[in-house]
């Protein structure tokens, strides 16, 4: 407590564990998505296979669709009463930044300045293209409406098309063995913490 209140700047840092308390399973620990085995019609996946690029590339009816259920489940929930205490407790007392790796968008809905943010993993409410590129041509645009799903299969009704190619587009996320992840927003938001670093007082 005498660090922090003597400080001048905080970097935040966090992860799955930071959106729990707004109804958010976490990926690794006892009851974690990463632990459990995901049956869909007849079949078990593992957290890792379902959300991966091979699924993505394979069944990709399947992929939306599961991916989808997480969009509704993020974007019907709200960040919890921590987001906004913790914003209340530096934003006029310390030079901020926040690192993480979830892919929820919470700092951004709960107030916190979007140009101190880096998300490592890439964000939800984002699509690029599966033509990188496409990607590398036009970026990434904003995902107004996931795909409608199966609630029992976990099957999308329809495959989101890219506005400017028609092939389909994809969340803006980076999966498991995901080489096709198009980062260049992040490495935005990364270079904009590396300089937040270095002009940070000595």
């Known amino acids: 407590k005498k660090i922090i209140k003597n400080a001048d700047a905080l970097l935040i ?3 799955a564990g930071m959106s729990v308390d707004s109804g ?7 009851n974690g998505i990463w632990t459990k085995s995901i049956k869909i019609g007849n079949k078990n996946y593992s957290y890792d296979e379902i959300s991966s690029l091979k699924m993505w590339k394979e069944n990709p009816k399947l992929a939306w669709g599961f991916k989808a ?3 509704k489940l993020m974007n019907n929930l709200k960040p919890h009463e921590g987001y906004y205490h913790l914003l209340k407790s530096i934003k006029d007392k310390y030079d901020y930044f926040v690192c993480t790796s979830n892919i929820d968008g919470y700092f951004h809905r709960s ?3 979007e140009n101190k943010i880096y998300e490592v993993h890439g964000s939800i409410n984002n699509l690029q293209c599966m033509n990188k590129n496409c990607n590398i041509r036009n970026g990434v645009v ?3 409406k996931a795909p409608d799903f199966d609630h029992e299969t976990f099957i999308a009704k329809n495959l989101p098309k ?3 190619c028609n092939n389909m587009s994809r969340p803006n996320v980076s999966m498991f063995g995901d080489f096709e992840f198009y980062g260049k927003p992040y490495e935005h938001q990364r270079n904009r913490l590396d300089k937040w670093l270095l002009n940070l007082k000595k």
């Open 111 to 113: 107030g916190f300045d």
């Open 69 to 71: 259920n997480f969009h």
């Open 162 to 164: 890219c506005m400017f």
């Open 24 to 30: 958010i399973p976490t990926y690794r620990g006892n």
């Open 13 to 15: 840092v966090t992860g």
């Open 142 to 144: 904003p995902l107004k």
